[in-house]
């Protein structure tokens, strides 16, 4: 099955300790994203990359870390720089670099013990 | 930066009635989008419209665009329970090299 698949679903952060959230896809999309979702909000980019060794920051990209060493992998950490981490984080693909239909995974919950 | 606003943030709704939804955006736009979450789970893609077009159909669901209102809406008809979820709405600003900006969504429950 193609698709879009993050792990862990859920995640635990101690203070001071970095964390790293996977995003692996196998759709063969050039595009990939991560954004953060706090509840009742919408959603806010992290991070988005369009090619391979290649990335930018989005809105709120202070705390966090990307590397896109590969098509298919898109993992984000979250640096204990990040005070405020508790919230879903969302990775998402996409066929291109327009931003024309993402397709998400199912999100990683990550709370701070 | 948040761009699209969703209206209302909340809709309650009988299975069989229509829900419409309504999204304002701020700036000039490629295309604009609608996407739906089930509760703790990923967004899925709906619709996609483009700033030239005017309303576009996929199944039950209608989508039409007011660029000069800056503006669209969502309608599902004949609403069943299984589409209880969260519509949001994201914008592709004209020159953001595909950086979508999403609203906070509308929370619709559909009760049997």
């Known amino acids: 099955d193609g698709g879009i698949t993050q792990s862990p679903k859920y995640l635990f952060r101690k203070e001071g300790q970095n964390v790293t959230l996977s995003c692996e896809q196998n759709l063969n999309h050039d595009a990939m994203y991560w954004y953060r979702q706090d509840p009742g909000q919408g959603l806010r980019l992290i991070y988005y990359s369009q090619i391979v060794n290649d990335f930018q920051k989005g809105d709120i990209a202070e705390g966090y870390s990307v590397s896109r060493e590969k098509k298919e992998s898109f993992p984000l950490t979250v640096t204990s720089a990040q005070k405020n981490p508790t919230a879903f984080y969302l990775c998402?693909?996409?066929?291109?670099?327009?931003?024309?239909?993402?397709?998400f995974g199912s999100g990683t919950q990550l709370s701070v013990l | 930066s948040q761009q699209g606003e969703e209206d209302p943030q909340a809709l309650s709704i009988q299975e069989g009635e229509n829900a419409t939804m309504n999204c304002s955006y701020k700036t000039s736009i490629n295309n604009l989008q609608w996407y739906r979450q089930n509760s703790g789970r990923g967004l899925v893609h709906l619709i996609l419209i483009r700033s030239n077009e005017r309303e576009k159909h996929s199944g039950r669901l209608r989508v039409t665009l007011d660029t000069s209102k800056k503006s669209s809406s969502l309608l599902i008809t004949a609403s069943r329970a299984a589409d209880t979820a969260s519509y949001f709405c994201a914008t592709d600003a004209s020159g953001s090299q595909g950086n979508l900006i999403f609203g906070k969504g509308t929370k619709l429950s559909v009760k049997p």
């Open positions: 998402a693909s996409s066929q291109g670099q327009k931003g024309e239909k993402l397709f």
